[in-house]
């Protein structure tokens, strides 16, 4: 991806994300030399990786296949391993409509998926074995707004904006929006974006960047250039 379109991308998120009447943490708005400035005081933003992240999953297509996402908070592995401290995570979604968010599940983390605000959330979904592993034809379980229902395989679960559904571990799922852009919360367990995002396809999880223009704000996947 550009950065120059990287750049229209925040843009147009930060538009939406006030016109739903949610405002982003201060350092949402360092400046990439602002946020260099204050590393040292922002280790645990900076370590745990919360911040500005929009991928292409390595398909070069952001509008067909792609994703913006802010982590506003994030809890250490290490709390989650023992059992107690910091072991949740927050971020903001935007699907844009009929932008697919590829299948996938995750090993370690169980999450809430809310519609905040938009258009319709549609969500697929699939079952797996007892390894976690995708089986076509099995479907499941899962929490709607606290209420347990049946899916089938490749069920096209529809969240009106306030509504939500719990996925848990070996949950396959792809997401988009239908007749609109949705913003979208998540709230989950520590998040690990590196390593428990388990594809069905080949798929990267991380864009590739062409510095065409500077950045105006650094993206989760700048840390290690920018802040190191």
């Not at 930060?14 to 949402?28: N, S």
């Not at 996938?104 to 959330?121: P, Q, S």
């Amino acid at each position: 991806m550009k950065r120059s379109r990287i750049n229209e991308i925040m843009a147009e998120a930060e538009d939406m994300i006030r016109q739903y009447g949610f405002v982003l943490p201060p350092f949402a708005n360092w400046t990439p030399e602002e946020f260099v400035a204050q590393k040292d005081a922002a280790a645990h933003v900076i370590e745990s990786r919360c911040g500005w992240d929009i991928t292409d999953y390595g398909d070069g297509r952001f509008d067909e296949m792609g994703l913006f996402l802010f982590t506003l908070r994030n809890g250490r592995l290490a709390d989650l391993q023992r059992g107690g401290g910091m072991c949740y995570a927050e971020k903001l979604l935007i699907s844009k409509e009929d932008q697919l968010s590829p299948m996938h599940t995750h090993v370690i983390k169980a999450e809430d998926i809310i519609n905040r605000g938009g258009a319709t959330l549609v969500v697929e979904l699939f079952g797996s074995d007892a390894d976690g592993h995708f089986v076509e034809d099995r479907g499941g379980q899962v929490m709607c707004d606290g209420i347990m229902r049946e899916f089938q395989a490749g069920e096209k679960l529809r969240f009106a904006p306030g509504e939500s559904l719990t996925l848990m571990p070996g949950d396959w799922h792809a997401f988009w929006g239908e007749g609109g852009d949705v913003l979208i919360g998540e709230v989950s367990t520590v998040n690990d974006d590196e390593t428990d995002n388990i594809f069905r396809a080949p798929n990267g999880r991380f864009a590739e960047i062409e510095e065409d223009v500077p950045p105006t704000r650094l993206l989760v996947s700048d840390y290690a250039s920018w802040l190191a």
